[in-house]
């Protein structure tokens, strides 16, 4: 893919804050960045704000928002912290807020997603008011018990319908590669999806993963077909920045300007 | 669930050759077992066979006959590999032959399931011919790279409509719990299996799942509501024994008379 679409999800370079990511996506010509909340609160949001607009950057998404699934938490709590997402995803003026919904921690799994499904209906009025479109991001099903109970395409745009809303209204979608290309029913869940997808991220899944959270691969290194899935997103009209996320204990241990001439490469040569 | 349904997948219990997984049924009062094939090919067939018929044991399944998918093997062998389990089935008067449809070892997912697909249409008349029940079981989506293109029961159950046969002649599925229980369309896909679902295999899902193979849980560790998803089956119709399956390295270390004690009471209890 042109490397002009390209935007860096700053936990690739998860060694970097957030001035250090804005300088190597000003020296690499990346145009676009995924900001993470933990980045954003280290420098502060309005030097956040400052920071990606003065380098004339596009942000793709902030991550993350969501986290509904936990029965024992102060339900004010969990609605204060999403609704500062959402400031922050307004002020950044992000393409999207990114939600990812929580991980299962009992054996009640309805009623996870169903906390999921109320927590969303609950945020989205503000989101709508800042401005900020809502993406729920499926994780991949072996993430459930750390991360979501939203694992699947047709899940989240099931709830995407249940929560209405008209043309540029709805909840949107993440399609991120790692989460969903081992499912039968991609292509048309893709399909079904349309302009509700919210953001494309791709990275690579290695043969032999040898962690559930942090042993992602780089575009090239693993077994999913990129270009058939960019494919897939294009023809559902998706033409925004198409974020590199890849969570690896393995490249956070390489040089970062290394990482990141390597993964604009392999960004042009396989996705 | 009542002991008398209770199975031992004989990986449970991994230590064990034949003879004595036959001998820890008969001590602990479990009236099934599943037999894999490496430990057959230990003893030796016929007296395989012997064995378990002389402790009057019902096997609920061969474990495993499948691997389709690598496009270098030599087709022949893989054949022939297949038709010798299913007459090891046929000879152990097993439930079902439980097929494992092979990892995905390139780019090409399609092209992997199109051959899971030309292989078993290819088995099905030496099955039948062979009064061999041929069971598919979907396994979690994070073994594709290791072991199976099969990761939904729909999939699994598009696959069986695809085929074809007719009440009885259908090729079967394997419900796992620990393959399908994070699927949202699980209660649906169960219900259309029926009369296909060819067997029910239960253990965990540990909530920090350190590796992708051989740590499941012992039931009532984890986060699956077994007893939810054993009522989802035995609303299929089905009410053959159930198969206590536990790859973990973890119980592999522990006494095998041990793990089969506590492995009972927790299938009256969790399952």
Chains 1, 2 share one sequence.
């Not at 986290?67 to 922050?88: C, G, K, L, Q």
């Not at 490249?251 to 396989?270: I, M, N, Q, S, Y």
Request: charged share 25%; net charge negative.
């Amino acid at each position: 893919m042109d490397a002009g679409r390209l935007s860096l999800n700053q936990i690739t370079l998860n060694s970097l804050d957030l001035p250090a990511a804005v300088a190597a996506c000003e020296r690499h010509e990346i145009g676009s960045i995924a900001v993470w909340r933990d980045k954003i609160a280290a420098v502060g949001l309005n030097r956040a704000a400052a920071l990606v607009r003065s380098a004339g950057l596009r942000v793709s998404s902030v991550c993350r928002g969501g986290m509904f699934t936990d029965p024992a938490a102060d339900p004010a709590a969990v609605r204060d912290d999403n609704r500062r997402a959402v400031e922050e995803a307004a002020a950044l003026e992000a393409d999207a807020l990114v939600l990812v919904c929580g991980p299962l921690l009992d054996r009640d799994l309805a009623g996870a997603r169903a906390r999921v499904r109320d927590g969303i209906a609950d945020l989205l009025p503000h989101a709508r008011a800042a401005g900020v479109r809502l993406a729920v991001e499926p994780l991949h099903p072996m993430m459930i018990g750390v991360r979501s109970v939203v694992s699947t395409l047709a899940q989240a745009l099931d709830l995407s319908d249940e929560l209405g809303g008209g043309p540029g209204e709805e909840v949107g979608v993440i399609v991120d590669a790692y989460h969903v290309w081992w499912d039968p029913d991609l292509a048309a869940q893709i399909a079904r999806a349309g302009t509700r997808v919210a953001g494309y991220h791709v990275s690579d899944w290695l043969p032999e993963t040898s962690d559930l959270l942090l042993d992602r691969g780089m575009m090239g290194d693993g077994l999913i077909d990129l270009p058939h899935l960019s494919g897939l997103v294009a023809d559902a009209g998706f033409a925004g920045p198409v974020e590199v996320e890849i969570l690896s204990e393995r490249w956070w241990a390489e040089d970062p300007d290394d990482v990141a001439r390597l993964l604009r490469k392999r960004f042009e040569e396989f996705v």
